[in-house]
Structures are given as C-alpha cells and as structure tokens.
C-alpha cells in the first residue's frame, strides 16, 4: 500500500473546489482508501454523509471514530450506491495498477468522482483538472533516497 497522508491544506483546498462545483451538503460520499478520513471528515464538515472504506485496521479505527465505516480492501467489500467517491487512492508507483480497482469501483458507485493522482497520470478516465500541486513524500520507503520529496499532483473531477 502507497500510504501518504493527504496534507490538510491540499484537502481544505481541494474540498472548498468539490463544495463549490458539486456542492456537498445532503450528498451520500464515499471517502475510499480513506487512510487517516481527512477527505471524508472535511466533506462530512460541509454537510455530506460520509461513508469511509478503509483496510488498514489502525486508520479504519480512526475512521470509526469519524463515522460509518467499511473496513476491508477495495474491490473486496460491498460498496453502497452514492452521489460521489472522493480519493487519493494507491497512485501505482510501488505496485503497477494498484490504482486501477479504486477506479473501476468509484465508476461503478458514484456518478461523480473526485481523484487526486499524479500530475504524470495517463491511464484515468477523461476528466476536468480542478486543482494542481506539490505532494510531499516524507521519507518511508527503501528506495527513497532524500527526507522529503515532492511529486506534482492533479485533482480530477470524472463524470459518469
């Protein structure tokens, strides 16, 4: 698994963009791969009803504690029907198309997908660029050589 906490700037940043072309009050959201449920929490603080899907068992009891929960692997758990999916899902880097279950599933629940991936990403669904910017990579892995990196990022918004 590709952890890296979405950083709370992005997400307040990329959640005021999805509030204002989406709306989030009364919407029925998924937050999938919810990690620590930034995305989902934020949403649920404009007014959504957030569900987070999340495998990790210590940051689903985080999500717990946020709300309703689904705790298992993506494409492995039965997902409700909602209005939209927002995620920062694996971006492949570590495991080839490990990325590509998220996406499959978010088509096939939501009509509207919000996705943060990699800037260099040319496999997703056609969609509109909402936001752009830096990620940091803190050191975690083996391979990284440097203790914080940066790696640009696009926001997508996909409909179905």
Known sequence: MEQ????????????AQIDTIDGLEGKRVLD????????????????AEVTFVECDEKAAALCRKLGKTIEGRVG?????????VIMNPPWGRQIPGSDRIFITEAQRVAPVIHLMHSAGANHLPEGEIILEGEFR???????????????PFHCWRIVA
């Open 4 to 15: 890296y906490q979405t950083e709370g700037d992005i997400a307040a940043r990329w959640l």
């Open 32 to 47: 999938l791969g919810a990690g620590n449920g930034i995305l989902g929490f934020g949403a649920k603080l404009l007014g």
């Open 76 to 84: 492995e758990v039965e997902l409700p029907k909602v209005d939209m």
């Open 137 to 151: 990579l803190p050191a975690r892995y083996e391979h990284h050589k440097s203790r914080v990196a940066v790696t």
